[in-house]
């Protein structure tokens, strides 16, 4: 029994990794004329030069059982784009993930003020530290976290401005951005139907809403839509009374 369980895990995380090989492919097709026809001056894509990493956080932790995905908007520059993993912060990728030993690549076209240095970067985001960190602290163990919750960026590319500043795509208007953001929902209705997820949560506005969107029918097809604060530390919700009511938020929306 043990051992048909073990080969189901194996077959669904093999089917989360061609999903997002696929998508990444499809995504870099796209970067040229997002980069011509919006405001990004530079786009890289975490799941090509970090997919070391990507594969094994897909590997390792993809085929546990979740029916619930935790859907943040697209990485960061400190977080997902440092390490192919969704809210990303280097010292969670490795203390709680377990991804110690990834080949991540310095790609080409990225910013000259936001080098990537992978898993020796030693700024940790904010937003990935206080994501994972509550997820630990809710479930107990790294592996209960995964039985329940899956972390998915709706978008896997990092958007930058001339500047560096980053750039969300909720920001961004256009066919070219129209184009990316088509490809991000059909990938999202992948990962739901690998998974058979119930439901999803969006962490902040933005991501429900996209949910929403590449799923219209989902009450029908019994897919619950919510959605949590983000843990930005721009975000005043976030921060308000040193964290407390954020965590009590999210904690509560959890499986």
Not at 115 to 135: D, F, K
Not at 222 to 248: Q, Y
Request: proline content about 6%; some cysteine; overall charge neutral.
């Amino acid at each position: 029994m043990g051992g048909d369980r073990e080969r189901e895990d194996i077959a669904i995380s093999q089917q989360l990794l061609l999903a997002g090989q696929k998508m990444a492919r499809i995504c870099n097709l796209q970067i040229p004329e997002l980069i011509s026809q919006t405001d990004v001056c530079y786009a890289t894509n975490p799941l090509d030069y970090a997919a070391s990493a990507h594969e094994q956080y897909l590997q390792k932790w993809g085929g546990l059982g979740a029916q619930t995905i935790l859907l943040g908007m697209n990485p960061g520059p400190w977080g997902m784009g440092q390490t192919g993993v969704p809210f990303g912060a280097t010292g969670v990728v490795q203390e709680i993930l377990g991804i110690t030993n990834a080949e991540i690549i310095h790609p080409s076209g990225a910013h000259p003020k936001r080098p990537v240095s992978g898993l020796s970067l030693e700024r940790q985001e904010v937003s990935g530290t206080r994501l994972w960190n509550l997820l630990l602290q809710h479930y107990g163990t790294s592996e209960r976290i995964f039985e329940n919750v899956f972390v998915l960026n709706h978008c896997p590319l990092l958007l930058l401005g001339e500047s560096g500043k980053n750039l969300t795509p909720d920001k961004l208007t256009g066919e070219a951005t129209r184009k990316i953001l088509s490809t991000c929902d059909e990938h999202l209705l992948k990962v739901v139907e690998i998974l058979k997820i119930k439901k999803i949560i969006g962490v902040g506005k933005y991501a429900e809403k996209r949910a929403k969107i590449a799923i219209p029918n989902h009450k029908k097809l019994g897919i619950e839509i919510d959605t949590v604060w983000h843990p930005s530390p721009a975000s005043p919700l976030a921060n308000k009374n040193d964290g407390m009511d954020w965590r009590a938020n999210v904690s509560a929306k959890l499986p």
